[in-house]
């Protein structure tokens, strides 16, 4: 079997390390590779795979190419993993599974109460649908969402109307309004690259005790890192987003339970050695 991710830029991705280590805890004959591609074709080399998994900017971009979509999918607009089975292709969101499943693991970690009443999401596209759908599992929090676009196809302003929850828009930047929120807010979730925070107020308060995830994993250092550090909130950093949605993921292109402990390993030892 051959599975690949597919997006731009992939070179910095931790998915072949974890999936490969997998493929050999099992002894399962398949490979897993990593795949450059901005755009999409109905036939080109991406659908030759048994399997995939789409990161930026893919996840929406892939959908008018796929034979059908599971539930929550097509509830957000949103696909990272795709099965090709008997020549049929079948994308899921298994992004939502990682969201929750990494807040819900610090919570344990940390003593919190994994049931949140304000949450604020950074970011309004792909990553942001799926964590309004993650909020679901997690005590639909009252929910506050600042980005630059909030609304047209494939924003949260579509998937909320799939998703059948609400949200309140907060103006972008670093406004008093956004500060209050983000203040009162028990969990908050980043959907935009690190960068995208860099001009934010460096003195700014997040409630203490507050979990923070930042979806993105390429960059240390962060905005939001220093936010925590000031405020004694938690932070949570985007490889354990990437990690719980790929245990989901394993299965759905191999049929088998993923080994989680060797997956965890291999990423571990990679991550202490960089």
Same mark, same amino acid.
């Given at each position: ?25 099992l002894g399962i004959e398949a490979t897993y590779e990593a795949v450059e591609l901005s755009e999409i074709e109905s036939e080109g080399p991406w659908s030759q ?28 607009g949103v696909v990272n993993t795709v099965v090709n089975s008997a020549g049929l292709k079948v994308g899921f969101n298994t992004d939502i599974y990682g969201i ?8 344990? !970690? ?107 994993y390429a960059n240390a250092g962060t905005w939001l890192q220093a936010a925590c550090q000031r405020s004694d909130a938690h932070y949570i950093p985007g490889v354990?987003?990437?990690?719980? !949605? ?22 571990? !030892? ?5």
């Amino acid at each position: 079997m051959r599975f690949a991710l597919i997006g731009s830029p992939v070179a910095h991705s931790l998915s072949p390390l974890m999936h490969n280590a997998g493929y050999r805890a099992l002894g399962i004959e398949a490979t897993y590779e990593a795949v450059e591609l901005s755009e999409i074709e109905s036939e080109g080399p991406w659908s030759q795979f048994d399997g995939l998994s789409v990161t930026m900017p893919l996840k929406q971009k892939i959908i008018p190419f796929l034979d059908s979509l599971e539930p929550s999918a097509a509830a957000t607009g949103v696909v990272n993993t795709v099965v090709n089975s008997a020549g049929l292709k079948v994308g899921f969101n298994t992004d939502i599974y990682g969201i929750s499943q990494a807040i819900q693991h610090a919570a344990r !970690q940390y003593q919190l109460e994994p049931q949140f009443k304000k949450a604020v999401i950074i970011g309004g596209r792909a990553s942001a649908c799926s964590a309004l759908a993650a909020l679901g599992e997690l005590g639909r929090p009252e929910t506050f969402i600042t980005a630059r676009t909030l609304t047209g196809p494939g924003t949260v302003t579509a998937a909320r109307r799939e998703l059948r929850t609400d949200f309140l828009p907060v103006a972008w930047r670093l406004t008093d309004m956004i500060k209050r929120v983000l203040t009162e807010a028990d969990l908050v979730i980043s959907t935009v690259p690190a960068k995208v925070l860099e001009g934010w107020d460096e003195s700014f308060q997040l409630k203490a005790e507050a979990l923070v995830l930042e979806a993105s994993y390429a960059n240390a250092g962060t905005w939001l890192q220093a936010a925590c550090q000031r405020s004694d909130a938690h932070y949570i950093p985007g490889v354990e987003m990437l990690f719980h !949605q790929a245990i989901q993921q394993f299965a759905l292109h191999t049929g088998k339970a993923a080994p989680v402990e060797a997956m965890r390993d291999a990423l571990d !030892q990679h991550l202490a050695q960089a």
